[in-house]
């Protein structure tokens, strides 16, 4: 049997979600742009399923552009605040060294055309401090962003703090929302979000299709151009069927998302107990200020690449950080960003739950993985030269 702990990269599509989405294939398939009859049957679901998804983010439907995802919804909001700081002569835009690559990529694209961007530093427990971004403000700054929790270690930011500090000094303030949708919640206006972006593969949505919430009166950028769809922010005919089953996924999350933390909170919390247990291992992130469904560790002495090969044998499917690194050999920018060390960086291990998982899952993967860390360790000449006391140990 196999055990899927990897809800952080994609989760499985709901029953809710799956069911919504069918009658959009093959009986409501009409243009929502169309004038006859099936056309506005369309038109008449797009708009109930944004009016769905403002009412749970706490906005007006006006305020959401649905996108292909959260890459392209990040994307979006960061290209439209470059524009605005253009017109305002306001170069400075603030991040953080822990963002998702959609959003520091973007940046690194906009520093060639000459803004300049301060990355604040997360700290130890991958938390940013509010007083620093207060510090960091300039009179030429345009724009922060800010993830709401990371994808990596699953720290959770104090982001109606920071939302509030952007507010008082006029600066724009947007959120990747992607890991934190469905797990927290979220509204925007209380959290004086100004633009947010979401993903609905992360929530038991299907995949493709995300929302970029910008407040109203925030001129938008298009990245694609075309047709008048989505206020005529982001043309192409609208994934319907997407939409819809984003839509019902999110209500689904929304419904139920105190009874999911309180299931998930106490799997968390065993996986971190047990896996902690294990000699020269350090749990990544806050253990309070973090997403119910996040565990993150590093294990000193072996790769984590090999740990999730050993994994996946035994049927666990889990992660070593991010899905987007994986593949590369670089170890993570989140792990280096909290002051782990490359060896310690190295060695990771990440387990993101669903609802779906159990108690008994989590005692197996326990299990498992406590037999493959030592297994990898003994073969490891790293390890050996830790026990000889030829090298020291990090943790
Ligand atoms: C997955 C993810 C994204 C990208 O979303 P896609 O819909 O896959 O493009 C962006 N930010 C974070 C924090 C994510 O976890």
Redesign the pocket.
Do not use: F
């Given at each position: 049997m196999n055990i899927y702990v990897d809800n952080?990269a994609t989760t499985k599509v709901s029953e809710t979600a799956i069911t919504a989405m069918l009658p959009y294939f093959n009986q409501v398939y009409g243009n929502p742009s169309s004038l006859h009859s099936a056309g506005q049957l369309a038109a008449e679901s797009l708009l109930i399923a944004r009016e769905t998804v403002a009412n749970i983010l706490g906005c007006s439907p006006k305020e959401i552009i649905f996108t292909s995802?959260?890459?392209e919804a990040?994307n979006q909001a960061l290209l439209s605040a470059a524009e605005i700081g253009k017109k305002k002569n306001k170069k400075h835009i603030i991040s953080s060294t822990i963002e998702?690559h959609?959003i520091l990529h973007t940046l690194e694209k906009l520093k060639k055309q000459g803004f300049e961007i301060t990355l604040l530093n997360a700290h130890k427990n991958g938390i940013i401090h509010p007083d620093e971004l207060i510090a960091s403000i300039r009179p030429d700054t345009i724009f922060v962003t800010i993830?709401y929790a990371n994808?990596e270690i699953g720290s959770i930011q104090p982001i109606a703090e920071l939302g509030k500090i952007c507010q008082e000094h006029g600066i724009l303030f947007h959120t990747?929302a992607?890991?934190a949708a469905g797990h927290i919640k979220i509204h925007v206006k209380k959290e004086n979000i100004d633009m947010l972006s979401l993903?609905a593969?992360?929530f038991h949505g299907p995949k493709g299709i995300?929302i970029l919430y910008a407040k109203h009166g925030i001129p938008l950028t298009n990245l694609i151009e075309g047709g008048a769809q989505e206020r005529g922010k982001r043309a192409g005919t609208e994934n319907l069927p997407a939409i819809i089953g984003m839509a019902a996924a999110l209500q689904e999350a929304a419904k139920h998302i105190d009874k999911t933390a309180a299931k998930l909170i106490p799997l968390r919390d065993r996986l971190i107990e047990g896996l902690t247990e294990i000699p020269h291992t350090v749990l990544n992130g806050d253990p309070i200020q973090r997403l119910p469904n996040n565990i993150h560790v590093c294990f000193e002495g072996i790769e984590g690449e090999s740990l999730l090969l050993l994994l996946n044998n035994k049927g666990i499917y889990a992660s070593s950080g991010s899905a987007c690194t994986s593949g590369s050999l670089d170890p993570s920018h989140v792990l280096l960003a909290i002051g782990q060390p490359h060896e310690i960086a190295h060695g990771s291990l990440r387990l993101s739950l669903s609802e779906e998982n159990t108690i008994e899952e989590v005692e197996s993967i326990i299990k498992i993985t406590k037999e493959s860390v030592t297994y990898l360790r003994g073969m490891s000449p790293i390890w050996k030269d830790l026990q000889e006391g030829k090298r020291n140990y990090v943790i």
């Open positions: 952080a995802g959260g890459s990040n998702h959609s993830m994808n990747d992607v890991q993903s593969h992360k995300g």
